[in-house]
Every structure is written in structure tokens, then in C-alpha cells.
């Protein structure tokens, strides 16, 4: 398994304004993911974020508005950039570890933006 | 409709009945994986199945998967109210395509035991 930590674990923030998470890891994964849950649904990936490359970003996710760092192989940042009420979400960090050839995902405690 | 849909949609029970929820899913998958969620927190890894099991038991967990049918089950046997949370399951895709690595989640169940 692998131990995750979030920073910050919530933020209320301005519309406008942009938030940078945080995710950290307690041993070195080659990928690590980043999922949004909107209040009342499941989750949705928003990009995968493999050290040394350009994050990759699904359908409907831009790296304007979620651009994301991964400078080694234990951290992660997401950005939510110029924020709208309906960024209001909780953003979850994911690592993949893996047993054989079946990627076994691991989450972080998630984060919690609200924004006004 | 979605990969991983769930039924039901909310089960609610007593302490010490068991809870039987539901997975289906449309595509071939590598492995199909549960997880809780409580209260709008984390999620936490409950069991991974691969696709070529059809059984796993962790505890008082349960999972099964029917590939034919493209659909798994969660059993929670003996429940508690401690298990009261929100559970998905997520699928994997195989390997070459595109969506290797990905996990495509479900709707959940939301689960309430009541004491």
C-alpha cells in the first residue's frame, strides 16, 4: 500500500482566484492521478501525472484551468485556476502500486474547496 | 449510462444484517477494485479483484466478479455502524489501450446501518 497526505485538507476561496493541492507520497510511484468529486457524485478523473512528462488530461479538462507539477516521483501539485462556484469540489490524489501486472490504486484524504 | 454503474442507489439496514451491493460495467477490464468513502473524505481501499478471479474475501468482505455477466457484488456480512459510508467500485482497464492505469468509478451506494 502507500500512505498519502493532502495539503490544504480544505480551503474556501474567492472566485477568481486559483488554489495549488498538494499530494505526497511515502515512496516513489511512476503514477500518480488526480480525480475531482463534485457534492453528491462519484468521482472523475481529471488528468494522470507521470514524473518527467506532461501530465495527461481526459475529455473536458484543460491544462489551463488544472495545470499540474510533478517534479519527482513522491509529489504532485494540482492548481485550480481562476475558480468558479462550480469548482467547488473535493480534489483527490491517487497512486498506482503495483502487484504483478493489476494497478492497485491508493487515494489521499482529499481535499475540500469550496468556492464563493 | 456510465462504466461501473451500482445498485442500489442507498441501502439501509440494521446492525447485524449483511448488506449485498451491486456492480455492473461495460468494457473488458485488467481488475475491478472497491473502496469506501466516508462522509466526504478519502477513499479507502477495501479489495482489488482481477479479472481472472471470480471469489476474494477480506475479513467480512466479500467479492465476487462474473466477467460474462461484466458485473461484481460487495458483501458486507455481520454489519456495524461503523460501515455506514458511501462505497464504488472502479474499474481497470487492460493493457495496450489508452485507459490502461485509469480507474473508471461508479455512482456508489450510499450505506446506513442503523444500530
Known amino acids: 500500500s502507500a500512505v498519502i497526505s493532502q495539503k490544504p485538507s480544505r480551503d474556501i476561496c474567492q472566485r477568481g482566484t486559483s488554489l495549488t493541492i498538494q499530494c505526497q507520497v511515502d515512496s516513489q510511484v511512476t503514477m500518480m492521478f488526480w480525480y475531482r468529486q463534485q457534492p453528491g457524485q462519484s468521482l472523475t478523473l481529471i488528468a494522470t501525472a507521470n514524473q518527467g512528462s506532461e501530465a495527461t488530461y481526459e475529455s473536458g479538462f484543460v491544462i489551463d484551468k488544472f495545470p499540474i507539477s510533478r517534479p519527482n516521483l513522491t509529489f504532485s501539485t494540482l492548481t485550480v485556476s481562476n475558480m468558479s462556484p462550480e469548482d467547488s469540489s473535493i480534489y483527490l490524489c491517487?497512486?498506482?502500486?503495483?502487484?504483478?501486472?493489476?494497478?492497485?490504486?491508493?487515494f489521499g484524504p482529499g481535499t475540500r474547496l469550496t468556492v464563493l | 449510462s456510465q462504466q461501473g454503474e451500482e445498485d442500489p442507489q442507498a441501502l439501509s439496514i440494521q446492525e447485524g444484517e449483511n448488506a449485498t451491493m451491486n456492480c455492473s460495467y461495460k468494457t473488458s477490464i485488467n481488475n475491478l477494485q472497491w473502496y469506501r468513502q466516508n462522509s466526504g473524505r478519502g477513499l479507502v481501499h477495501l479489495i482489488l479483484?482481477?479479472?481472472?478471479?471470480r471469489e476474494k474475501h477480506s475479513g467480512r468482505l466479500r467479492v465476487t466478479l462474473d466477467t460474462s455477466k461484466k458485473s461484481s457484488s460487495l458483501l458486507i456480512t455481520a454489519s456495524r455502524a461503523a460501515d455506514t459510508a458511501s462505497y464504488f467500485c472502479a474499474t481497470g482497464a487492460n493493457a495496450g489501450g489508452t485507459s490502461y492505469g485509469k480507474l473508471t468509478f461508479g455512482q456508489g451506494t450510499i450505506l446506513t446501518v442503523h444500530p
Open positions: 479483484i482481477r479479472s481472472n478471479e
Open positions: 491517487s497512486v498506482e502500486v503495483w502487484d504483478s501486472r493489476y494497478n492497485e490504486q491508493f
